[in-house]
C-alpha cells in the first residue's frame, strides 16, 4: 500500500522506516530540507538504534523515499500519517498549530480520497478539528473527496522505537463509523497483527485520550516513587527496598518504580502539562495529574539544591549524562538544561560528558561548558561527578579509579544506579536518592 508519512522526526521517521520494512510503499515528509537532504543520502538524522540499517536497506530496495514537497507525495497514497511535534505552550496547552497545518495541506493538495491519520500526540477534540478544516478546505476547492480523520496514537519509546513498532504491545485506532478507513487501516497493519496483537479499536475521542492517560499513569507511578523518596530521606528508610518490595506485587509490577531526579524527555512532561490545560479547560479536576507534575518538578529542585550546597566553592564539575534518558540523543526536558546554567550562574567549571547527546546538548547549550569525549577524561581534576543520565557505561563506572583521577570526592547519583558502600569503600561520598 502506498503510504505517506507527514514529519519524519523521532516517531514519523521510525513509523516510515517500519512501515516500509513491512513491504509498504512509503514517502516520508518533512518541512527541514537539511533533514530529508540527509535522508535521501540514507544518513538518519537522530540516534536510534537500528534505525540506520533498516533506513538504508529500505532506500536500497527503493521501497521509501523522502521529499519536502507534500504534493509529491500525496498522488495515490492511500493513507497519510501525521507526525508532527505537538510541544507544550506557555501555559501548557499542546501547540497544535503543525497538525492543523498538515491536515489543511493534505486537503489543499489531495486529487482523491485518502484517510488521514493523527499519529501525534493531540488531545481530546483534536481530530473532530482536523476534519471540520479538511471540510472547510474542500469545500473551497469545489470537491468532494473522503478525507475521513482516523486517531492512532503512538506508543514507542526512544531507545527501543525500532523494536517498539515492529512488535507492538498494542496498536490503538480510534475512527468514528467509517467502514473504508477501518478496512484501510486493518490492511495497513495486517503483516503486524497477523504475527502479533490485534488492533484495539475504539471512538476517535478515547483513542485520543488513551495515549495521554497511558503516559500519565508512567509519569504518576515515577512521581509516586519519588515522593516516597523524600519520605525516606527524612526517615531513614530505603527508597530501592520500598520499590522492590512494592514491585513484587504482581498488581503493582516493578518498572517506572526508580526513584531519581524525575521524569523528562519530549513526552511524560509535555503529555502531563497537556492533560492539566484541559483540566482546565473542561472544567474536570485531575488532581493525580497535577501532583504528577508538582512532584516531579519538587524532586529535581530538591535534588539541584542538594548538589549546589555541598558543591565547595568554584568547583570544577563534570556531569555523565546529558540527553533526558539512556539511547537516546533526544535533549528535551532533560535534567542537564536545568542543572548545567544552574552550576555556572553559581560559579562553578562544568566538564560534561555524554555517550551520544553531546552535539545536540552543545547545540542547545552553547558556550561556558566544557565538553569531554571520553567519560573518565570528563572526571580529572573534578571536585564533584553529577550522573544525570543512566547510560550503560556509567553503570560499570571503576570507582578507585575514579576516585585517583578527581581532585574531590563528591558523587552524585541522580539516578540512583550504584551501590553507596562501593562508592563509599574507596573513599568517595555518595549521594543519591531516598536513601
Ligand atoms: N518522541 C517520542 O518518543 C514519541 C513517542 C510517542 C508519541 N510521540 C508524539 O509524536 C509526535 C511527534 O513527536 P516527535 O518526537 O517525532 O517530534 P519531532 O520534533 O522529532 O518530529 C517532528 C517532525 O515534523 C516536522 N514538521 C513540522 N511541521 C511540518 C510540516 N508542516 N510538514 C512536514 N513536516 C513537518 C519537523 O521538521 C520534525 O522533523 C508528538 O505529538 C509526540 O508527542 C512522540
Not at 486517531?151 to 496498536?171: K, Y
Not at 519538587?298 to 539512556?326: C, M
Not at 562553578?348 to 577524561?377: C, F, L, T, Y
Not at 543520565?389 to 570526592?409: C, H, Q, S
Amino acid at each position: 500500500m502506498k503510504i505517506t508519512v507527514i514529519g519524519t522526526g523521532y516517531v514519523g521517521l521510525v513509523s516510515a522506516v517500519c512501515f516500509a520494512e513491512l513491504g509498504h510503499e512509503v514517502m516520508g515528509v518533512d518541512i527541514d530540507e537539511a533533514k530529508v537532504a540527509k535522508l535521501k543520502q540514507g544518513i538518519s538524522p537522530i540516534y536510534e538504534p537500528e534505525l540506520p540499517e533498516l533506513l538504508k536497506r529500505n532506500l536500497d530496495a527503493g521501497r521509501i523515499r523522502f521529499t519536502t514537497d507534500l504534493a509529491e507525495a500525496l498522488p495515490n497514497s492511500k493513507v497519510v500519517f501525521s507526525a508532527v511535534a505537538t510541544p507544550p505552550n506557555e501555559d501548557f496547552s499542546a501547540d497544535l498549530k503543525a497538525v492543523f497545518i498538515v491536515a489543511e495541506s493534505v486537503a489543499a493538495l489531495a486529487d482523491h480520497d485518502i484517510v488521514f491519520v493523527n499519529k501525534s500526540t493531540v488531545p481530546v477534540g483534536t481530530g473532530k478539528r482536523c476534519e471540520e478544516l479538511i471540510q472547510k478546505k474542500l469545500q473551497e476547492r469545489g470537491v468532494d473527496f473522503a478525507i475521513p480523520v482516523v486517531s492512532n496514537p503512538e506508543f514507542l519509546r526512544e531507545g527501543h522505537a525500532v523494536h517498539d513498532t515492529m512488535q507492538p504491545d498494542r496498536i490503538v485506532v480510534g475512527i468514528n463509523g467509517n467502514n473504508e478507513a477501518k478496512e484501510l487501516m486493518e490492511e495497513m497493519y495486517r503483516p503486524l497483527t497477523r504475527a502479533t496483537k490485534p488492533i484495539v479499536w475504539m471512538q476517535r475521542e478515547s483513542a485520543e485520550i488513551v495515549k495521554y492517560a497511558s503516559n500519565a499513569f508512567l509519569a504518576n507511578k515515577i512521581s509516586f516513587i519519588n515522593m516516597m523518596s523524600e519520605l525516606c530521606e527524612a526517615t531513614g528508610g530505603n527508597v530501592r527496598d520500598i520499590a522492590r518490595g512494592m514491585g513484587m506485587d504482581d498488581r503493582i509490577g516493578p518498572r517506572f518504580l526508580h526513584a531519581g531526579i524525575g521524569y523528562g524527555g519530549s513526552c511524560f512532561p509535555k503529555d502531563v502539562k497537556a492533560l492539566i490545560a484541559l483540566s482546565r479547560e473542561t472544567g474536570v479536576a485531575l488532581p493525580l495529574v497535577q501532583a504528577t507534575h508538582d512532584i516531579n518538578q519538587h524532586q529535581r529542585e530538591r535534588y539541584f539544591k542538594k548538589i549546589l550546597d555541598a558543591l565547595p566553592s568554584n568547583a570544577t564539575v563534570a556531569i555523565w549524562g546529558l540527553s533526558f534518558k539512556p539511547r537516546t540523543d533526544d535533549m528535551r526536558e532533560a535534567p542537564s538544561l536545568d542543572l548545567l546554567p544552574m552550576l555556572t550562574a553559581a560559579g562553578h567549571s562544568v566538564r560534561a560528558h555524554d555517550p551520544i547527546a553531546m552535539e545536540n546538548a552543545k547545540a542547545i547549550v552553547g558556550d561556558g561548558i566544557e565538553w569531554i569525549e571520553k567519560m573518565m577524561d570528563s572526571a580529572r581534576d573534578a571536585d564533584a561527578v553529577v550522573v544525570l543520565t543512566e547510560w550503560d557505561e556509567f553503570r560499570g563506572a571503576d570507582f578507585k579509579k575514579l576516585k585517583e583521577v578527581m581532585k574531590g570526592n563528591l558523587l552524585f547519583d541522580g539516578r540512583n544506579i550504584y551501590d553507596p558502600a562501593e562508592v563509599e569503600e574507596v573513599g568517595l561520598t555518595y549521594y543519591g536518592i531516598g536513601l
